[in-house]
């Protein structure tokens, strides 16, 4: 009887990507009844705009993943600074974009590096510890805006290509974000990693007791996520054409409702990385859909910020259950 209860409880929460995947195509048919035309095209449009948020929501998964209320609210800082570095660093240069890339990739993890020393190393809460990295990352971005000036931008082709080109038919965007979808998946499922991050989310004096290295998961997580942030970064700076102060601010609350829709606890505990993917998706059309009912724009925070609130709501308790059960 417990072990039917166990398998129905796995495969509900397993398959709870499948209820936002639903909930993405009604919105996209409510937004398509709006605009009275009826397009693939919006679809793919929405699909591509998504990508660039779900590069940095897997980040931000994994970051909540590891319990006790975690978020990295250093994500914004992250997009911006590595669109400047992409600006600064590479420029449109071909010669320049492997050393560049390293580079922002190594800043990405150098930032994950310090927010978990902040969190682990000096004790600091972290959404604190990550929301003062912010504050430190912005006015690294600050200063390099200071520093460009107003110098021309030019995007590298190849990496045009990669941020807003097609293949088959189909975005390549949407190809990088099911390589790293894969992966991370792998890494929750099949790896030693990932079965000790559900592990330290779920309870992490158990998993300390297990003989888990639990310090070493956290900051393999926190680095994981500068990585994904920085990536995410530098694709959105190629894809807008250059980098602005202020340009990862959005993307914050948009990657915990991602997270959260999509099936991972807020507690900490379940990730589920396909239904991050679609949340975001599910997100953009919200998104779109008000901006097609011309709502004003500050009637469409006030709403994104109630669905936020709400998401989280209805995400939190579910760990309280599966807790008691």
């Keep these: ?73 250093s994500i914004p800082g992250t997009i911006t600074l590595a669109a400047f570095l992409n600006s600064m660093l590479i420029n449109g240069d071909p010669n320049k974009i492997v050393v560049g890339i390293i580079i922002i990739v190594l800043t990405g993890a150098a930032i994950g590096v310090f927010n978990s020393i902040c969190v682990l190393g000096l004790k600091i809460p972290p959404m604190i510890a990550t929301l003062a990295v912010n504050y430190i990352l912005s006015s690294f971005a600050m200063m390099c805006n200071s520093h460009m000036g107003f110098e021309r931008l030019v995007q590298a082709d190849v990496l045009v290509a990669i941020a807003s080109g097609k293949t088959f038919g189909i975005y390549n965007m949407i190809f990088v974000v099911a390589a790293i979808t894969i992966l991370v998946v792998f890494l929750l499922k099949k790896t030693t990693y990932g079965k000790s991050l559900i592990a330290l989310g779920q309870n992490d004096l158990a998993a300390y007791i297990a003989g888990m290295h639990i310090n070493k998961v956290q900051i393999f997580t926190y680095i994981l996520g500068g990585v994904l942030g920085a990536i995410a970064g530098l694709l959105i700076s190629v894809r807008s054409g250059g980098a602005f102060l202020g340009m990862g601010d959005d993307y914050l609350m948009d990657t915990v409702a991602g997270v959260v ?33 011309q ?19 209805i995400g939190t308790p579910s760990r309280r259950k599966t807790e008691q059960m």
């Design 295 to 313: 709502f004003d724009i500050g009637v469409q925070y006030i709403i994104k910020g109630i669905l936020i609130v709400a998401i989280i709501i």
């Design 1 to 73: 009887m417990n072990e039917n209860k166990a398998k129905k409880k796995f495969s509900l929460s397993d398959a709870s990507w499948v209820y936002v995947m639903f909930g993405s195509i009604a919105m996209w048919l409510a937004m398509c009844a709006i605009s009275g035309k009826f397009s693939f095209e919006s679809l793919q449009t929405n699909i591509i705009a998504a990508t660039f948020l779900a590069i940095v929501s897997i980040g931000q998964m994994l970051v909540v993943t590891t319990g006790k209320g975690a978020m990295d609210l």
């Design 261 to 293: 829709l999509g099936g991972t606890l807020m507690s900490g505990g379940r990730a589920c990385a396909v239904g991050t993917v679609f949340g975001c998706l599910f997100i953009r059309i919200v998104v779109t859909l008000m901006q097609l009912a």
